[in-house]
């Protein structure tokens, strides 16, 4: 009866996520947030992370996809954000593969933790992970679309003496530090503020086991996405693939120009694009938020 129970609650979210998140990934493409296969990628991960990980889960997403909305129009007509957007890979409409890049880790990690639900302190390190990635992504995006609005030049992580241009993948300001870590806080603090107004509503016996410890999850949110966005910035200096392009005289992380022409692979790997890096340091930010909860609960 309590397998039926649970399976019917799983069930009746996963239709729900489906619904919410269709209307908010059509919501974003009439906004031009979202590409068309964007949409799609918006409504597999809302419709896992809300159906496995829980309403408050689901409304993390939430609070990630509307704050990087708003903050990706945020200035948008400013030169030194023009500029940078010209270096990279895609524009602000998010595709399919950015969808998945930056909300795939944190569904696996909420089909996960469901999966282990009958060995709580094992879903709750897993429920953190997920937590993790999406402070993760939520710093790196808020890093990115605050950070080229500096009006000092930013520094390569790998060398710090040395001064790149904005919009540069590895470069860091304290601006886009400081950026990064309030935008992994904020998904801690949404998480605590979610988890009180689910139990003021399903009254504690129905909220997360892992909602138990606020200011672990605060911390470890705030440090994993932190790191995760840092880790972003790493891969970026040294093995994401950078291209010349010939044209504008300058690199890029496009592989092609618009009509068509093919960019000069400069440093790299190939395969390890822009997208690819997001989900890295998801999955990064993932098993440091996932370290620190086990370590500040002693995973009970």
């Known amino acids: 009866m309590v397998e039926s129970t649970a399976t019917d609650a799983v069930l009746f979210r996963l239709a729900l996520g489906l619904f919410i998140s269709a209307s908010i990934g059509l919501l974003a493409y009439w906004r031009r947030s979202l590409a068309r296969s964007g949409v799609l990628g918006a409504i597999v991960t809302g419709t896992l992370i809300f159906g496995f990980g829980g309403w408050i889960a689901g409304l993390l997403l939430i609070a990630f996809f509307v704050s990087s909305s708003l903050l990706s129009h945020f200035k948008e007509n400013n030169v030194r954000k023009q500029r940078a957007a010209e270096m990279f890979d895609k524009g602000g409409q998010r595709d399919l593969a950015q969808a998945l890049a930056n909300g795939g880790a944190a569904a696996g990690w909420a089909v996960l933790s469901w999966l282990a639900r009958e060995q709580p302190a094992?879903?709750?390190?897993?429920?953190?992970?997920?937590?993790?990635?999406l402070a993760a992504v939520n710093a790196d995006t808020w890093a990115t679309e605050l950070g080229v609005l500096s009006r000092s030049s930013p520094r390569l992580i790998t060398q710090l003496h040395q001064r790149v241009a904005p919009g540069t993948s590895g470069g860091i300001t304290a601006l886009g530090t400081g950026a990064a870590t309030s935008g992994a806080a904020f998904i801690g603090l949404c998480y605590v503020v979610f988890t009180v107004l689910y139990r003021a509503i399903t009254g504690p016996a129905d909220a997360p086991d892992a909602s138990s410890h606020f200011l672990a999850v605060i911390i470890a949110a705030t440090i994993a996405g932190l790191a995760g966005?840092?880790?972003d910035s790493l891969l970026g200096a040294t093995v994401q693939a950078m291209y010349y392009s010939k044209r504008r005289d300058k690199e890029t992380e496009k592989h092609f120009e618009r009509d068509g022409t093919p960019n000069r692979l400069i440093r790299g790997w190939p395969w390890l694009n822009n997208d690819w890096v997001n989900f890295l340091a998801s999955l990064f930010g993932a098993a440091v938020a996932a370290g620190i909860w086990i370590i500040a609960t002693g995973n009970r």
């Open 122 to 133: 094992t879903a709750d390190a897993l429920y953190a992970a997920m937590v993790g990635a």
């Open 229 to 231: 966005s840092l880790f």
